[in-house]
């Protein structure tokens, strides 16, 4: 995994060097829903913002019901990860508009998941909500390849220049050994 070797090799941030711990604890077999979730969160990390503003953990046996009785759901589409922690989550839910929206089924990952949980900005043409936007812009545009020619689902205020990813992901992809 790139982002995961680009970061153990230079970030300073103490969040993600916990972090990169935690995932070589689990072991070189890494699962392929736990290295994604790993990638999402070290990026969080990087741009300083906060797990809730992509993710909610709950109780892996939680329900429909249960999550939106127990939890507040915000407007803006958030990925329920079911499980003990982040990493160890092997169920999803997305929420949109303060309700569970999506459950997956059992069989399918986390790459499912997000795939899901990305569809909501485009199918409903909603913004990323701000305090997560340069993570989702750089999956949007490095990850899933949607590169337009002009705009962002950033708002306003916050455009891909001001993010700078173009040279971020560049320093990623160029001082990596690793294949992608």
């Known amino acids: ?3 995961k070797n680009f970061f153990q090799r230079r970030s300073q941030n103490r969040d993600i060097q916990r972090l990169l711990r935690d995932i070589e604890s689990n072991g070189t077999a890494m699962q392929q829903s736990q290295t994604g ?3 999402v969160l070290i990026l969080l990390m990087h741009f300083l913002e906060k797990e809730d503003s992509i993710f909610l953990l709950a109780d892996i046996n939680a329900t429909k019901l249960s999550v939106e009785a127990e939890m507040t759901l915000p407007a803006t589409p958030r990925l329920i990860l079911l499980g003990n922690t982040f990493l160890s989550a ?6 949109f508009e303060g309700r569970v929206a999506y459950i997956l089924e059992e069989h399918l990952g986390f790459a499912d998941a997000l795939s899901v949980f990305f569809g909501c900005f485009y199918v409903f043409n909603i913004e990323y909500q701000e305090p997560a936007c340069a993570t989702l812009e750089l999956i949007q545009r490095f990850f899933v390849r949607i590169n337009p020619e002009e705009g962002t689902k950033c708002s306003a205020k916050i455009g891909t220049s ?3 990813l173009d040279s971020w992901w560049e320093n990623v992809t160029w001082q990596s050994t690793d294949p992608p």
């Open 1 to 3: 995994m790139r982002i």
């Open 37 to 39: 979730i790993a990638t």
């Open 90 to 95: 092997m169920k999803w839910m997305v929420s």
């Open 162 to 164: 001001q993010l700078g």
